[in-house]
């Protein structure tokens, strides 16, 4: 089946710094990929839709400025956290659809803390 | 709203069967997913149902009636790895995954 890597698998970064996190389809090209938070116990929450060579569209309450999405390229998709703080730390999924069928593909989570 | 239900937790008994319900109200519908995640994993793909009717695939099977908004997830001879947090998701009409909060299904041996 299709694969999608993330990396890195974990990070931890101080309180004020940015963190890049790379998503990568490594056998099918993605005209879309996802990206989602999960806090401790709770469910996938989406926070940004990326279509290959166009800007990203962020969900109702998160910020565009401080969650940087770019997706450059059909196998490339990055999030950076900028200025972090320990409010971030989550556990930060991404999917990727290669075409418009019914099934996303996700990557195995990035964990991230903010001390 | 949109607005999918299904139970917080569940408890079940090893080679037993367990039934996850899945209710939902979402602006149009493109299909209805399971999904499997074992605590501090991604979710993994488990089923897809589109049109009203069962599928089986193994020891799991997916049932969808769109007419009453209601899905529910069959899992057979239960195995200890069986334990996980089991997702329901809505495709709308905007082909958005909508997303359950998720059922923690626990096997006791």
């Known amino acids: 089946g299709a694969v999608v890597s993330q990396h890195p698998s974990w990070v931890i970064c101080k309180s004020g710094t940015s963190v890049k996190i790379e998503c990568r389809s490594l056998d099918f090209q993605a005209t879309t990929m996802f990206w989602y938070r999960q806090f401790p116990k709770q469910s996938l929450m989406l926070m940004a839709t990326?279509?290959?060579?166009?800007?990203?569209?962020?969900e109702q309450g998160v910020e565009k400025d401080k969650f940087l999405i770019n997706h450059a390229s059909l196998t490339l998709s990055t999030l950076t956290v900028t200025s972090a703080h320990p409010e971030d730390s989550s556990f930060y999924i991404c999917?990727?659809?290669?075409?418009?069928?019914?099934?996303?593909?996700f990557g195995p989570g990035t964990r991230l803390t903010v001390t | 709203g949109q607005n999918i239900d299904q139970p917080t937790e569940m408890t079940a008994t090893e080679g037993a069967i367990v039934q996850i319900n899945c209710t939902y109200q979402?602006?149009?519908?493109?299909?209805l997913f399971w999904y499997q995640q074992h605590a501090g994993e991604a979710p993994t793909f488990l089923s897809y149902?589109?049109l009203d009717g069962l599928e089986e695939k193994g020891r799991f099977s997916s049932f969808l009636s769109r007419s009453k908004g209601y899905s529910y997830l069959l899992l057979k001879e239960l195995q200890m790895k069986d334990s996980a947090s089991y997702l329901c998701?809505?495709?709308?009409?905007?082909?958005?995954?909508?997303w359950g909060a998720g059922t923690k299904l626990i096997i006791k041996p």
């Open positions: 990326s279509n290959e060579g166009s800007k990203a569209t962020y």
């Open positions: 998701a809505v495709r709308d009409s905007n082909y958005q995954l909508i």
């Open positions: 999917s990727a659809r290669a075409t418009v069928d019914y099934e996303q593909y």
């Open positions: 149902n589109v």
């Open positions: 979402t602006s149009g519908f493109n299909g």
